[in-house]
């Protein structure tokens, strides 16, 4: 394997993982870019892969990294991407870390906090939010215009999946992975042949 | 086999490599699918940190460049045992997605077209939609204990959340909110020495 291919291929993605703020969708045009620096991929196949990186574990960045690196090198290539798309965020987050527990007595750091903590429950709402147009809805919610159209284009099966998910993690203590594999076995029968 | 199985049990490095892939496993659909994970097993199960913490650690993860879930892995491996620990979260987390994508790939005429794997990936959405509702719910029961922290909260979720506001303006803007509040709490508390500092 060539070496030097390698090394593009880390350079590459380690971009996107220097650039990536706020993670997801914000990246996704750097990395079609990035994709296509390697292979010949056209909208639609990116389309593909972007379905694909929906439905299976992992953020969208690192499967593509994944996706790229193994079509244009075989494993190797798949290591080198994946490795190039971590390592960024590993140094800065660790540099973050090692400042933070330093000083975390003084002012700065104490107010900082005050203010981060609601955020991030709020942007674990938003999360929610987010997720819940994708997971229940067959279309976009700003091309709603009425609590007709609303219902025309929820999945009430999986309302109701979401529903008894909160109420058996919030009553009954059901945990989160129990809960996301028999949900899973439920959605192979219920929501059978729904496209990815 | 029980002497290996009592070698490796409570062996902590073992441990943060584990709880993360098994995360990286289950996590489908973005970064944000991740908490509720992460909160039950590092809060509850493990104990290697507060809510409070998890909810610094996913702040500081929001907000720092890069992929959300490496940056939480490598998070809360560099805070329980350094640089080895953040190395095996984070090898822990990608693990996964990283055999499963070489997989699909060659794979991909069989998983694309089969009706039950399109049919669980719809329940596995659902579970992590519910899965973060409660999630939000039980991080704000603990954190949002005041008027202050309630409008913080619900501004950030709807800027983010229906505005599409990127969430690093509103970390720094929460940050900065933060600063003054706590410094008008402590000159208050200076002056008449009855305030309170949370």
């Known amino acids: 394997m060539e070496a030097g291919l390698l090394i593009k291929l880390f350079l590459t993605f380690a971009k996107i993982g220097l650039v990536g703020f706020g993670g997801g969708m914000a990246i996704l045009p750097l990395i079609y870019q990035s994709v296509s620096e390697f292979n010949a991929i056209d909208a639609d196949e990116f389309a593909d892969l972007f379905a694909i990186s929906q439905a299976t574990p992992g953020p969208l960045a690192v499967n593509a990294a994944t996706f790229s690196g193994f079509e244009t090198a075989g494993i190797p290539g798949a290591i080198a991407a994946t490795l190039g798309v971590a390592f960024p965020a590993f140094i800065l987050v660790a540099l973050c870390v090692r400042f933070l527990s330093r000083y975390k007595q003084s002012r700065l750091v104490q107010g900082a906090f005050v203010g981060i903590r609601p955020v991030a429950v709020g942007m674990i709402m938003a999360g929610f939010v987010m997720m819940a147009e994708t997971t229940l809805l067959s279309g976009s919610l700003p091309d709603v215009g009425s609590i007709g159209q609303l219902l025309e284009i929820v999945k009430p099966v999986q309302v109701l999946m979401v529903i008894a998910t909160f109420v058996a993690a919030q009553k009954f203590k059901v945990g989160a992975i129990k809960l996301i594999l028999i949900m899973g076995v439920l959605g192979a029968f219920l929501c059978k042949g729904e496209l990815l | 086999m029980e002497k290996i199985k009592r070698k490796f049990k409570d062996n902590i490095y073992l441990d943060l490599f584990l709880c993360f892939f098994k995360v990286g496993v289950v996590t489908i659909g973005g970064g944000m699918a991740m908490v509720p994970l ?26 720092l460049p890069g992929v959300i879930a490496i940056n939480m892995a490598t998070y809360v491996g560099y805070v329980k045992k350094g640089f080895v620990g953040a190395l095996l979260t984070t090898f822990g987390v990608i693990l ?15 998983v694309g077209t089969n009706p039950y794997i399109g049919g669980a990936l719809e329940g596995i959405k659902a579970a992590a939609t519910g899965l973060i509702a409660f999630a939000a719910w039980k991080m704000g029961k603990q954190t949002l204990s005041g008027v202050f922290q309630w409008v913080l909260a619900l501004a950030a979720f709807v800027t983010i959340g229906f505005f599409g506001v990127n969430a690093v303006w509103v970390i720094l803007a929460g940050i900065l909110i933060g600063e003054v509040a706590f410094t008008m709490n402590k000159a208050k508390e200076g002056s008449d020495g009855s305030g309170t500092a949370d």
Not at chain 2, 96 to 110: G, H, K, Q
């Open chain 2, 38 to 63: 992460l909160q039950e097993k590092i809060c509850d199960k493990y104990k290697w940190m507060s809510e409070e913490e998890i909810l610094d650690c996913i702040a500081v993860s929001q907000g």
């Open chain 2, 96 to 110: 996964p997605s990283f055999v499963i994508i070489i997989l699909v790939v060659c794979f991909l005429e069989v």
